[in-house]
């Protein structure tokens, strides 16, 4: 049964096997197998539920401020701010993200076992699991007839600069080229995790209820025995309901930025690790402007890539958001505004996303009680940020741009090739770059070193037998692509150990 405040008419009280706070890419999944294992499964989601009946009522702006946490606003500080948009809502952040699937890396799960001692999980180890999640999410590559002229001009780029490009693998089914993937799909083609995992955890007997969230955990002589929490009025955010959760088992799924939040909160302090070692994915927008119509707005707003640069953590992929979202973001006022609204049909954007190799961040109550996300960017990575939009802009160019926007306080747009130069010759400060990011990991990672890691290989709390963490919180290091496959099948493979030792893990004393 899926319950959401509309349905709830007291205090909820639960004593399942299972309790998973959050729905997202790592809850959802850990749901379907915990309960398809036959495990009696709670899951809380402090968001809403929902369907495409509701989306398509939504205007983008609208739609951000429904799907995503505080309107899309959460914020990494630092030399330079980051905005690090999160999803709220059954589905979590993939009710919101762009489809865009990889699987892990070969070279990061390697790393991962060298580094930091985790085991069964190389390339072969996880095979089964990524033929599972793409199955379930059913993964296929974004075809050329949806992908939209945004994306083909900048593989006309690249290809004309021989530089290794494609079409992105996606989780849809019967794309409609809408480009609205970041608002929540009107056509349910995307499929976020509320339209697989989700359901079929709810055919197998699991409860979830939407507008819960969970607030406090207790911990009894090392184990955790409750959680408690509100149940949420959707319209004003008021506490309708209490909530109280008796589970055997907790596994906490809220993202790399809630996770280590509400575990610090309570005092869970499983290891000095916990809330540290944040990876964000930075990234930068450029845009550019052609003779020719684009109409960016139309097609899989990221459809493709070029990953020439990959093994140097350069990776570049495609991104377009509506006018009602892109001009306040270009050219918030003025003649400026004007001239990008009058020609944004000539209009194209691509993303430079690059990994934090020495960069790094935390997560730690703020003293207002909410999260408090900091994160230093290192030299060495902004300097590849650095390179990466200067590839970018010379695909453009390559393409036939008129002109190229760095998206770099003070340096004026491209007007041709030659103005590339300057990002090497003038001094781009860390600060006149407008970034964001949208992979946000490592908070709680995982590996079989105690002094270095806070949960082990399966996910399972060092300190706690009882307390697993399911999502992009146990992931040692950037993965240097999107995120989602890795979660949702280190989730399944997780889930797996947990039915395997659920007599040990579960049944205490
Ligand atoms: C705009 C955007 C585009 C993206 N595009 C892609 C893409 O194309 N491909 C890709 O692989 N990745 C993409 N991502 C990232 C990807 O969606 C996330 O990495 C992934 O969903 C994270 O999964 P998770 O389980 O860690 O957390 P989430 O999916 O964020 O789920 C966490 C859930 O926990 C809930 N929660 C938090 N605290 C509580 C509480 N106290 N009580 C109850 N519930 C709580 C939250 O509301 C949320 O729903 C994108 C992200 C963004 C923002
Ligand atoms: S482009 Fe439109 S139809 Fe296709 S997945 Fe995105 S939102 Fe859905």
New binding site residues.
Partial sequence: MLFTYNDITKDVVERPDVCI????????AMADVLSGAGLDVVV????GYYTKDRYSTYKPAVAMKIL??DYGGTIAFGKNPIML??????????V???????RTPDSILKDWAERYGVENASSKDMEPYFKQVEKKINVTQVSPQVLGKNGLVFKRGADALGMSNGMLM?NMINCHGCGR??FGCPHDAKQA?HLNFIPSALEHGARVYAN????NITVEAGRVTRIQ?SIINEQTGNKLFGLNVFPKLLVV????I??P??LEKNNINLSPELGRNLTIHPAVRITAMFDEIIEGYKGVP?GSYVDAYASEGIMLEGIFVPPEIGLPILAPIGKKNKEIAMAYDHLAAFGVMVSDKNSYGRVKVGIDKRPFITYHFDPYDFKKLVKGIAIASEIFFAAGAKTVNPSIYGIREFTSPDDIAQLFTKKVPLTSVEMMA????GTARMGETKDHSVVNSYGKAHGLDNLFI????IFPSSLG???????MSF?IRNAQYIVENKKALLNHG
């Avoid at 919101?96 to 990889?102: D, L, P, R």
């Fill in positions: 706070i959050g729905s997202g890419a790592g809850g959802a809380l989601e402090e968001g995503y946490r948009p999160l999803g709220k809502a059954v589905g979590g952040t993939t919101i993200n762009s489809g865009t699937c990889f996606h993937c970041a995790v819960a969230r969970a607030e929490g799924s809220a993202g790399a809630y996770t939040y509400i990221q949208f992979h946000p990991l399911s999502d992009g919180s692509v999107n995120p989602q496959v890795t979660i989730a």
